[in-house]
């Protein structure tokens, strides 16, 4: 790491970083290694087909560890397994406890007497705000019957950015079941 603009360093020497700093490229790749490391080491499995998942099964009970970034999910059906590894987690990283979960990954979570409700309406609403069609009246088929779309008609997109982000969020609105 370079020295400060400021500081003096007459004889040009740099920094070698004894550990990741917040803000760095590397950050989230090592603040996650490390996460891992230690869920493994508690007896959780990484799953194979989405890295951010971590079971702890055993014959009775299973517990469930989600990351997103730097928001950890934590579920199962043993609450002495799931205060163990939030204690030892907030040992290990000082985490801070945000209480139930309400909104995660666009879902929205409701809890009644009768059991959870899970809705993507905020999500779904603010797709819409952002593909400026909030204030459209819905139809049936929202082009003209027999339409025939070709690749080589019309011009493609000055910045197509917008558009691909909007069709990720769709992507996920499509794909994600709160069933």
């Not at 590397?26 to 799953?47: D, E, I, M, N």
């Not at 163990?84 to 139930?100: A, N, R, T, Y």
Request: aromatic share 8%; hydrophobic share 35%; with cysteine.
């Amino acid at each position: 790491m370079t020295v400060p603009q400021g500081v003096p360093n007459p004889s040009n020497k740099v920094y070698r970083l004894g550990k990741s700093l917040y803000g760095l490229k590397q950050a989230s790749k090592q603040w996650f290694q490390k996460l891992s490391t230690t869920l493994l080491s508690l007896g959780y499995q990484q799953s194979k087909n989405d890295y951010s998942l971590f079971l702890n099964k055993s014959s009775t009970h299973i517990t469930i560890i989600v990351v997103y970034v730097d928001d950890i999910l934590r579920t199962g059906s043993n609450k002495v397994e799931i205060d163990h590894v939030k204690h030892h987690l907030d040992q290990c990283f000082g985490i801070k406890d945000l209480g139930s979960l309400h909104y995660f990954l666009g879902l929205e979570v409701s809890y009644l007497p009768e059991g959870i409700v899970l809705s993507q309406h905020k999500f779904t609403q603010k797709l819409l705000h952002d593909a400026a069609i909030s204030t459209l009246k819905p139809v049936a088929t929202p082009l003209p019957l027999n339409c025939k779309l070709t690749a080589n008609e019309g011009s493609p997109l000055a910045d197509p950015t917008h558009y691909r982000v909007l069709m990720g969020n769709l992507n996920i609105l499509s794909h994600t079941r709160p069933d």
